[in-house]
T-cell receptor
Framework: AQKVTQAQTEISVVEKEDVTLDCVYE???????LFWYKQPPSGELVFLIR??????QNEISGRYSWNFQKSTSSFNFTITASQVVDSAVYFC??????????????FGTGTRLKVLA | NAGVTQTPKFQVLKTGQSMTLQCAQD?????MSWYRQDPGMGLRLIHY???????DQGEVPNGYNVSRSTTEDFPLRLLSAAPSQTSVYFC???????????????FGPGTRLTVL
C-alpha cells in the first residue's frame, strides 16, 4: 500500500511554543519524494519543502525544520517559536509510482494548526 | 506567468446538471492533476495526466471525466452532478517525468462547488 498518515487532526498551541506535526508514510518504492504544503485560511496551497528518500539529513529553514527518518517512515515538521501567522492546515505528501508506470502524489488528511495569541 | 488558473471560483449546480471546471497553466508543465478537498479527507486525487493525450484515474474518479488535448489545459467534467460532489476542487501542475517525481506541484486557487 502507498499512503500518508497524519494522525493529528488539529493542534492548538500558544504563540511562541514549539510544535511538531507528524507524518508517517508507506511506500513500495525505493526512490520517492516527500513534500510538505501549507494551506493558510485564504485557501491556497503553498509548497514548503521536498525531501528525497536517499537524503536523511535534517533541514532547517528559519523557524521551520524537518526530520526525515527512513527507519520509522516518518517525515516530521517542527515549527519553533510559533506565531499566529503559522495558523494553517499542513499537508504531507508522497510521490508514488503507479501500476501503469507513471506516478502520482498521495496526500495525508492534513493537520490543522491553531496558534493562539 | 499566471501560473495555474482555475475558473470559475464558485459554482452552484442542481442535481443532475453537468458542467466543466477549467484549468490552465502557462509553465509548460507536462503533469497536471485534479484533486477534491473535503473536511477531514485531505486532498484526494480524481484524475491526472502525464502529458497531452494521456490521462489516468486517481483515487476518486467516478462521476468525473477529463481530457488533455493540449499541454496547457486540463478540464474536469462533471457528467451529472450529485450532492456528494460538493467540494473544493484544486488543479495542480508540475514538470513531467522523471523530474516530476521530485518536483513540487503548483496549485490553482481552487473552485468551490455546491450541488443542491
Amino acid at each position: 500500500a502507498q499512503k500518508v498518515t497524519q494522525a493529528q487532526t488539529e493542534i492548538s498551541v500558544v504563540e511562541k511554543e514549539d510544535v511538531t506535526l507528524d507524518c508517517v508514510y508507506e511506500t513500495r518504492d525505493t526512490t520517492y519524494y516527500l513534500f510538505w504544503y501549507k494551506q493558510p485560511p485564504s485557501g491556497e496551497l503553498v509548497f514548503l519543502i521536498r525531501r528525497n528518500s536517499f537524503d536523511e539529513q535534517n533541514e532547517i529553514s528559519g523557524r521551520y525544520s524537518w526530520n526525515f527518518q527512513k527507519s520509522t517512515s516518518s517525515f516530521n515538521f517542527t515549527i519553533t517559536a510559533s506565531q499566529v501567522v503559522d495558523s494553517a492546515v499542513y499537508f504531507c505528501a508522497l510521490s508514488a509510482s503507479t501500476t501503469s508506470g507513471t506516478y502520482k502524489y498521495i496526500f495525508g488528511t492534513g493537520t490543522r494548526l491553531k496558534v493562539l495569541a | 506567468n499566471a501560473g495555474v488558473t482555475q475558473t470559475p471560483k464558485f459554482q452552484v449546480l442542481k442535481t443532475g446538471q453537468s458542467m466543466t471546471l477549467q484549468c490552465a497553466q502557462d509553465m509548460n508543465h507536462e503533469y497536471m492533476s485534479w484533486y477534491r478537498q473535503d473536511p477531514g479527507m485531505g486532498l484526494r486525487l480524481i484524475h491526472y495526466s502525464v502529458g497531452a493525450g494521456i490521462t489516468d484515474q486517481g483515487e476518486v474518479p467516478n462521476g468525473y471525466n477529463v481530457s488533455r488535448s493540449t499541454t496547457e489545459d486540463f478540464p474536469l467534467r462533471l457528467l451529472s452532478a450529485a450532492p456528494s460532489q460538493t467540494s473544493v476542487y484544486f488543479c495542480a501542475s508540475s514538470y513531467g517525468f522523471p523530474e516530476a517525481v521530485y518536483n513540487e506541484q503548483f496549485f490553482g486557487p481552487g473552485t468551490r462547488l455546491t450541488v443542491l
